[in-house]
């Protein structure tokens, strides 16, 4: 048998389960804040074509207007300046092969928990590596902070008079990861930087690190917890957006059971 006639009847057994990393994406949707003077990106619109009316008496469509890093989403390389002379850096022209890889998931949600603004750094990935083995070339690193569980907006931005506060990474902690060669970092919350990131050095480090070394980010995950350290799947296919620097999607985790 071959290994994808194994996979389909794995998968139709329920030896292989699917596992949604997505969050729903609608008017509802959680919007990321700059401050002045900085160009806000959008929320959802969804503008219905028709419904069965006079419009289109047999079918429903609708329009959507939205910025491409909206929801569950991709950050490609040109998104940051430090990705913009990258190979292969956009939306319509990242190899499909680099959508699909193993998910590392390091679970760092009891820190968390204790502090909102509690950064990923080298002494907990080598930990984890030497718990579970060595991070792969090619992986997708999936930070679980239960981050996802905060379904009201504002606890989800957690705003206050000195910012927004959320997890995120220590510049060296990108670095590291970059060392492994991954695909790219995933997170549960609004972006793949901490939320007082603005203030580091450099400004925004992961997005800085990340995509300087032509590597991708996933924003807004959920379902993390569902995931084993090792051994899942994960498939994270961008629009094909023509020179687009991001995209929402639907992200995909193959779990065996
Ligand atoms: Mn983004």
Request: charged letters at 20%; proline letters at 9%; glycine letters at 8%.
């Given at each position: 048998m071959s290994s994808l006639d194994a996979f389909v009847k794995d998968l139709a057994a329920g030896r292989i389960q699917v596992v949604d990393l997505t969050q729903p994406l609608g008017p509802d949707?959680?919007?990321?804040?700059?401050?002045?003077?900085?160009?806000?990106?959008?929320?959802?619109?969804i503008e219905t074509l028709s419904r069965y009316d006079d419009g289109g008496p047999a079918w429903y469509w609708n329009s959507l207007h939205l910025g491409e890093h909206t929801g569950t989403h991709f950050d490609a390389p040109v998104h940051w300046i430090t990705g913009k002379d990258q190979p292969q850096n956009r939306c319509d022209t990242i190899p499909a092969?680099?959508?699909?890889g193993p998910a590392c998931v390091i679970d760092v949600s009891a820190d968390v928990?204790?502090?909102?603004?509690?950064?990923?750094?080298?002494?907990?990935i080598l930990n984890w590596e030497g718990e579970h083995g060595r991070i792969p070339a090619g992986a997708w690193v999936l930070l679980r902070t239960d981050w996802s569980k905060r379904t009201d907006p504002s606890d989800f931005l957690n705003v206050d008079e000195t910012g927004p506060h959320s997890p995120g990474f220590r510049?060296?902690?990108?670095?590291?990861?970059?060392?492994?060669?991954?695909?790219?970092?995933?997170?549960?919350?609004?972006?793949?930087?901490?939320?007082?990131?603005?203030?580091?050095?450099?400004p925004f480090p992961?997005?800085?690190?990340?995509h300087g070394a032509g590597k991708f980010g996933l924003a807004?995950?959920?379902?993390?917890?569902?995931?084993?350290?090792?051994?899942?799947?994960?498939?994270?296919?961008?629009?094909?957006?023509?020179?687009?620097?991001g995209s929402p999607l639907r992200v995909l985790a193959f779990v065996e059971r």
């Open positions: 949707t959680p919007v990321i804040a700059l401050p002045e003077p900085f160009t806000a990106s959008p929320g959802v619109t092969e680099r959508f699909v928990k204790d502090d909102a603004d509690f950064l990923l750094t080298p002494e907990r510049k060296d902690a990108s670095e590291l990861l970059v060392e492994r060669d991954i695909l790219g970092v995933g997170v549960e919350t609004i972006g793949t930087d901490a939320g007082q990131a603005g203030t580091f050095y450099p992961n997005h800085t690190i990340m807004s995950l959920t379902n993390l917890d569902r995931l084993p350290p090792t051994g899942a799947l994960v498939v994270a296919a961008p629009l094909k957006i023509v020179d687009g620097s």
